[in-house]
């Protein structure tokens, strides 16, 4: 059959079948999209026609993936999300898609709805100006780098001497990119300029990355990467080195170096979303639907827990009433051969519905004060216990908090706004303001005004409930200690933190460092224990461990007391020093938030030895601030 024929048969198909639905371009169908509330479908059905312009890897149960425009290199304008397909779709094919058209958060879409193919790309491009095979690229600026710049090199093999990471690996289909891709809301606020920049650098992050067979976890690096150039969006492996981020690297431990950066810690704190930890109500729907089911995870989540090894733990989606958190507490004790105990809040029914609560060691420490709650927005969810180091006699208070999500529909000033907060972000930002009110009270209540205030806020870091509680005197620990590269939890391939880490002054100047361990938000989630019989500690949750040390010394202030204002990054001989700076301290991190070296700076001339060639991220810590900058080690 003809490639004529083909386009007429698909045609009538299409107008026979769909004659009774309204044909409408990629731009129609995205102003409809977005009129819409969140998740919300439209009552009509609609045809949306358009080219193929990116891809989301191969057919899963005949379905796919893959983004439309208007125009053959138009971009992200409509979303085809899991919509059947006859065959493989591919960029540059002409196609049209029939369904109910929604808004999910910003994205405009079709969701589970028919693909007919009109049209194939026959390949055909005008190609003369196609640099040799063989070509070698150095990517500048990995912040801004965007996938239009392979358009030149198609039907090309190309070698990248800039490093790629692994940013989506869902269904064993591989995304990559020079960067991680980050939530809008994550690294600027909702609405701004810079929430619209990385909005548009999003859209054009990533390629798909073919010919991989072996499993590779999200922030793994591709070193000396060389492909196939097939589209703009899609690419085939030919070699590289794979390096970094790997099972085998984290089952070491989490990193030392970030918990200790502003000295040793003789107190280490754990924070977890536990995912739905049910021990009696079994079954409901939500969490293990079993006996076997939960014992798998009692095993992963028992593992991951011993092996971070801290001296006290908050949880949230942990199951009401007490014997979820004694089973934990005995699985510690017997795992570590350390004594732990956790802090009974009463006699409330187990129940489908999760809390917060909490585990220590009590080697190490002992609860000073009774149990506060706090119960604005969901009962059970926010609460705080003041602890006393034994050793020093020195107190702090710990509150552990879930917010409310960002899921179902909500109306007034929990509807989504379109902003990237989602849901139900009134009713967060109203707990963020009883979290700081509660505060007050408190400690008056335990005579002590350190704080940390750890849990999942379902917020991102730049969100509203968290700009509430840094206006209210918190320092967010993330940033503080990671500036823009810290993360516990992805979506989508975006990747951001949700699991948060504050605190105020004076508890700022007793914490020594703090880290996400990425045992979770990085691993597929094949790994999960209703998916797999995979019991090692990887996917125990769908959300990383937070982990920060704390040195408890109630005369200590803010360190790297820096003599001056005018620091200044130089080279001598390529090799880079910090001028000006003496009295602080640095941390030198890759691109993907690990540490490579950090130091206190001693000298007027502080150099920093040791570095390879590449991109770093350059913190220098002082006067209770963190100064940041790109640093390009030639």
Known sequence: MSRVTCLIFAICIHMSVFAATREISCAEAATIAMSLSHNEPTNETYTVIGYVTETDGN???????????????????????????????????????????????????????????????????????VPTTGTTITITDPETWKNTELKQYVGKTIEFTTPFYVCNNYNGSYKISPRRVYQPT??????SSEYSSILSLNAYATVDLNGVSEYHRLGERLHNLKVKVNSQTSVSLVSCDWRGNTRA???NGYDSIAVNLRGEASVIVCCMNLEYYLVDNLGTGYGPNDLSAHMRQRAKVSKALA???????????????????????????????????????????????TKSGFVYC?????????????????????????????????????????????SGKGSGDNADQGDGQGTFNGDRVREAQSLLSN????????????ILIMGDLNAYAKEDPITVLLKGGMTDLHRAFHADSSYSYVYRGYTGYLDHALCNKSMYAQVTGMVAYHINSDESDNYTYDKSSDLTMFRCSDHDPIIVGLRLDSTMVNDGDITTNSYEVLFYNETPYIQNAEGGYYVVYRVDG???????????RETIEGLCQGIYILNIYGKGKCWKSKLLVP
């Not at 979303?79 to 006859?86: A, K, L």
């Not at 690990?594 to 007027?604: E, F, L, N, R």
Request: net charge negative; glycine share 8%; hydrophobic share 30%.
């Open 186 to 191: 994550n690294q600027a606020l909702p609405l």
């Open 594 to 604: 690990s540490v490579v070296k950090s130091a206190h700076i001693t000298t007027q």
């Open 59 to 129: 057919l899963s149960r005949g379905q796919q993936i893959f983004w439309m425009a208007d125009t053959p290199n138009g971009g992200r304008v409509f979303q085809s999300y899991w919509c059947t397909v006859p065959q493989v779709v591919e960029v540059g094919d002409r196609v049209s898609i029939t369904g109910k058209i929604m808004r999910y958060n910003s994205t405009p879409e079709i969701k589970n709805g028919t693909t007919i193919i009109l049209s194939k790309d026959d390949g055909n491009d005008n190609n003369e100006d």
């Open 307 to 353: 092996k971070i090894n801290a001296d006290l733990y908050g949880f949230v989606e942990i199951e009401q009433g007490q014997n979820a958190l004694k089973e934990i507490a005995d699985d510690l004790t017997l795992n570590t051969g350390r004594q732990f105990k956790y802090i009974n809040d009463g006699g409330y029914p187990n129940g489908s519905f």
């Open 249 to 251: 690297e984290l089952e």
């Open 362 to 406: 009590s080697d190490v420490l002992t609860p000073h004060g009774g149990l506060r709650e706090n119960n604005t927005g969901v009962n059970e969810r926010k609460k705080t216990q003041a602890f006393m180091e034994k050793a020093t006699g020195e107190k702090f208070l710990f509150s552990v908090n879930h917010f409310k999500a960002k």
């Open 439 to 450: 505060y007050a009270r408190d400690c008056v209540f335990y005579n002590d005004s350190d």
